[in-house]
């Protein structure tokens, strides 16, 4: 069985997170059968560790991290790699595939693009 | 004549502001005539001040800035606010207009939700 892992960056804010969240609700929405955590690098829970293995009692034997960053970094081009390896030797059992940052994705640039040119919305 | 600032967090990793350029070139083929600069809070460059004055050196009466972040964490919520008063400070005959974080909006969020779904790409 897949499972996914939406991976982000994590803030202090209260709020901040709530896009991804809304994010995982629309990937549910849209595959009510898909196993799917959001995880978080720093200041919010669960880690990316607690994720994989809560997938993994979950039943999953493919896990794929998307990491929610707008570009690949140094988190996403070294830290993820890292920890993806070092979940696959936890889990030798099941596959863990390290997806491109989804910011890289023509579809989220598009979003983005069109976001940017919506008429002004104020801040509340 | 109204400008549009695209604001991001800047890394250091070679390549990740490409989806942030890709962005700002979607923009610009969709309005060829709109004046629309990326700027970066560290690491990159230009800052927010120096695109704010290159717009308006281009004539801008208008400016909104976009931040693209995915959520409204310290820097959307404290220090864009402080920095986009300073602006307007800076030019009172121009109106600056912070906009709500990219991320919030909710063709981003579909869109980060269709990519999280897609087959998975391995990485490069």
């Not at 809560?54 to 690949?72: K, N």
């Not at 936890?90 to 994705?105: C, D, K």
Request: proline share 11%; charged share 20%.
């Amino acid at each position: 069985m897949r499972g996914l892992i939406l991976f982000a960056h994590g803030a202090r804010a209260p709020g901040w997170a709530g896009p991804l969240h809304e994010t995982v609700e629309r990937v549910r929405a849209a595959q009510p059968g898909l196993p799917v955590r959001l995880a978080f690098l720093e200041f919010l829970t669960p880690t990316l560790e607690e994720a994989g293995d809560a997938l993994v009692s979950q039943g999953c034997t493919l896990v794929e991290i998307v990491p929610l960053f707008l570009g690949a970094g140094g988190h996403v081009r070294k830290d993820l790699p890292a920890r993806t390896a070092a979940l696959q030797q936890r889990h030798p059992g099941v596959t863990w595939q390290l997806r491109p940052a989804v910011g890289e994705s023509p579809r989220v640039i598009e979003a983005m693009a069109l976001a940017a040119l919506d008429p002004p919305p104020l801040l509340p």
